[in-house]
Antibody
Framework: QITLKESGPTLVKPTQTLTLTCTFS??????????VGWIRQPPGKALEWLALIYWNDDKRYSPSLKSRLTITKDTSKNQVVLTMTNMDPVDTATYYCAHNTPKRPFDYWGQGTLVTVSS | QSALTQPASVSGSPGQSITISCTGT?????????VSWYQQHPGKAPKLMIY???KRPSGVSNRFSGSKSGNTASLTISGLQAEDEADYYC???????????FGGGTKLTVL
């Protein structure tokens, strides 16, 4: 049974750096083909893919946010960490992490965590 | 503005069929058979309904089907039920530079 759960601050100030952790179970991020991605959703708006890290440490980023994002993994702890720098109120959103395989993208999702950017 | 274009809303009566379109470009939908569809109920995480254009994960009703023609993918729901009322998002692989793109979402109302 695959489960994922996001954790991190619920409130950050503008210009601060956001750090989110995805803790998962039911799969290993050392298995060939497996990845974990981050997707966000501003209130009332659409989903937006942010970043993805694969079992071999290959990292992919949304071109529009690449300069602000860093994704890392700790295979021994079953965790993936996303950092986003220079946060702005427009970054207010629910942030999800999701299990990924090349042909079945984002087939399991965490419950999401709402991050509000406000001074 | 989302990379993939979906109608903002569609509606249908119980028992009817509806189709939601997802229009991309030759760089995403048109180039890869890696289109997926997600259902999202209010306050809930998205759920994978279709992957690789037309495949259903185990446990997803066969009332849900997917197809693709050129740069446009489609999700069809037959025999509409009240529980199908939700937001639906398409997603496509878009190559090694852009990677994954989502549609703007479609709100399905069951009348």
């Amino acid at each position: 049974q695959i489960t994922l759960k996001e954790s991190g601050p619920t409130l950050v100030k503008p210009t601060q750096t956001l750090t989110l952790t995805c803790t998962f179970s039911g799969f290993s991020l050392s298995t060939s083909g497996v990845g974990v991605g981050w997707i966000r959703q501003p209130p009332g708006k659409a989903l937006e893919w942010l970043a993805l890290i694969y079992w071999n440490d290959d990292k992919r980023y949304s071109p529009s946010l690449k300069s602000r994002l860093t994704i890392t993994k700790d295979t021994s702890k079953n965790q993936v960490v996303l950092t986003m720098t220079n946060m702005d109120p427009v970054d207010t959103a629910t942030y999800y992490c999701a299990h990924n395989t090349p042909k079945r993208p984002f087939d399991y999702w965490g419950q999401g965590t709402l991050v509000t950017v406000s001074s | 503005q989302s990379a993939l274009t979906q109608p903002a809303s569609v509606s249908g009566s119980p028992g009817q069929s509806i189709t939601i379109s997802c229009t991309g470009t030759s760089s995403d939908v048109g180039s890869y058979n890696l289109v997926s569809w997600y259902q999202q109920h209010p306050g809930k995480a998205p759920k994978l309904m279709i992957y690789e254009v037309s495949k259903r994960p185990s446990g997803v009703s066969n009332r849900f089907s997917g197809s693709k023609s050129g740069n446009t993918a489609s999700l069809t729901i037959s025999g509409l039920q009240a529980e199908d009322e939700a937001d639906y998002y398409c997603c496509s692989y878009a190559g090694s530079s852009t990677n994954w793109v989502f549609g703007g979402g479609t709100k399905l109302t069951v009348l």
